[in-house]
């Protein structure tokens, strides 16, 4: 019988495990070459019956040398050797039609990569597009304007009217999270190009220790935090200034932008896309809406048999275990508990995190020019400055020295950040608390699930489950000796 490659898998359960529920069982090497991601079997996406991907790379090719073009600067700036361009606060701006081709892009490598992940479940698919993501976001765009950049634009926007987001990076920003509400992660799926860069030197995956990977698993709330707080100020763009993967895809930069680029490149050929998982902040975004999906990559495509073949097969831990469900008054127990953990921690947390906030909102007036500028001015009436004086002092003595207008605007200035710190503290808190609550009261389930909210639909598990090497018309390997059959 000819096995079914599309999504429906009906009628494999009896040719897979037969009256015994036993695999069939093959040699060892048909063993490796049925669980290779990469080279077992014929690639979907290279089979006679589809020629998607080849015409993607055409029309890739076609919009790119469109984009040539147009371009931004007709006219090299001015050579001033006695002055230096001061840094930007917001992002520099893009060739006329370049943000919508952008849009376009990745509007069409969102859906190319749902298709590989959900329907056709293709590793091989879900590299090439990585590859091409690279190219055209990494090293064409050079990183930037991106969705993980875009957050900045958009709280800015919403803080300040006078800032008027264009309408590209809003979609630029809403796009991927949108796409998340339907089918999951599918832009970590290789679409972003700093996912995209670690997931192709990653050699061979480390388990984080459980307990580490929900310490670090914080960091990127703590970083949107700062940069949400940051950018809605107008203060400085933190998530663009201190990208590791810029210096990079530019093939220039800060000597310590480039090291710490380098730096988590060589953690990622041991550690499963760290950047990702524990720093960026447009990931933890992706990944509530995630958990809302209504469509989301599975290991099996048909029943999953509890073999554990896929155990061990996610390099991201965002592999569950079966969960069994607890019953009876047990159950009743641990949902009282839950309970009385949510209304003794969310109002705590929320009160905790939002004067923390506050005071982080204080301590970051100094970024801000204007803040900036009223410090240095109480330290010069105090004597604590040394010579020769910052630029910045130098052209308020020499413009009048408006000390009233200068503090005004800065105690003004002070309560807007204290304010915004202080919400931003509440929200952190409260989820910080559901965070902990889902640590000490997981979801239950009856297989191995992906978890929705930290699946990245890299397809890199599929493989290991036998009902897909059904799907695929690949052999069933023999189940290696101590191994379980489920």
Request: hydrophobic share 45%; with cysteine.
């Amino acid at each position: 019988m000819t096995p079914d490659r599309g999504g429906s898998t009906g009628g494999q359960a009896s040719r897979l495990s037969g009256p015994t529920g036993v695999p069939p069982v093959v040699s060892s090497a048909d063993r490796r070459d049925a669980l290779s991601p990469l080279t077992g079997g014929t690639p979907v996406f290279l089979s006679g019956s589809s020629y998607f991907l080849p015409a993607l790379v055409v029309l890739l090719l076609l919009l790119v040398s469109m984009d040539c073009a147009f371009g931004i600067q007709r006219f090299p700036p001015p050579d001033f050797s006695d002055h230096a361009l001061p840094e930007t606060v917001v992002a520099a701006p893009q060739a006329r039609g370049g943000g919508w081709l952008d849009v376009a892009v990745l509007a069409l490598g969102l859906g190319v990569a749902s298709w590989l992940s959900l329907k056709r479940r293709s590793r091989n698919g879900i590299v090439v597009l990585s590859l091409m993501a690279l190219a055209y976001f990494g090293f064409w765009r050079r990183g930037c304007v991106c969705a993980i950049g875009s957050i900045q634009n958009v709280a800015l926007g919403i803080a300040d009217p006078g800032y008027a987001v264009p309408i590209a990076v809003i979609a630029l920003f809403t796009l991927p999270l949108a796409v998340a509400l339907i089918w999951g992660r599918s832009f970590c799926a290789g679409v972003c190009p700093h996912g995209a860069l670690q997931d192709l030197v990653l050699v061979k995956a480390h388990k984080v220790p459980g307990w580490l990977d929900e310490i670090l698993r914080v960091l990127p709330w703590i970083y949107l935090a700062l940069a949400v707080l940051l950018a809605a100020t107008g203060s400085l763009f933190i998530i663009c200034k201190f990208d590791p993967f810029v210096g990079i895809f530019r093939m220039a930069g800060p000597r310590s932008m480039l090291i710490t680029g380098a730096v988590l490149l060589g953690i990622s050929m041991g550690v499963g896309r760290p950047y990702c998982r524990y720093l960026c902040p447009y990931g933890v975004l992706l990944g509530v809406a995630a958990r809302f999906a209504r469509w989301r990559p599975t290991v099996t495509p048909d029943t999953c048999t509890q073999c554990r073949l896929c155990e061990n097969s996610c390099p991201f831990g965002a592999l569950n275990p079966p969960m069994p469900a607890k019953q009876g008054r047990e159950r009743i127990a641990s949902g009282r508990q839950r309970i009385v953990l949510l209304a003794l921690m969310v109002p705590l947390a929320a009160l905790l995190f939002g004067w923390l906030g506050g005071k982080v909102g204080i301590a970051s007036l100094a970024l801000h020019p204007d803040g900036n500028l009223a410090t240095l001015v109480l330290m010069q009436e105090r004597g604590q400055l040394t010579a020769p004086p910052p630029d910045e002092l130098t052209a308020y003595l020499q413009h009048g020295a408006d000390r009233h207008a200068v503090v005004t605007k800065a105690v003004a200035l002070e309560a807007r950040f204290v304010t915004l710190g202080r919400w931003i503290g509440v929200a952190f808190g409260l989820v910080l608390a559901l965070k902990l609550a889902r640590i000490f009261f997981p979801a239950s389930s009856n297989d191995y699930e992906t978890d929705s909210g930290r699946c990245v639909s890299c397809a890199r598990c599929f493989s290991t489950c036998p009902y897909e090497l059904v799907r695929r018309g690949l052999p069933v390997p023999a189940p290696a000796k101590g191994e379980s059959n489920g």
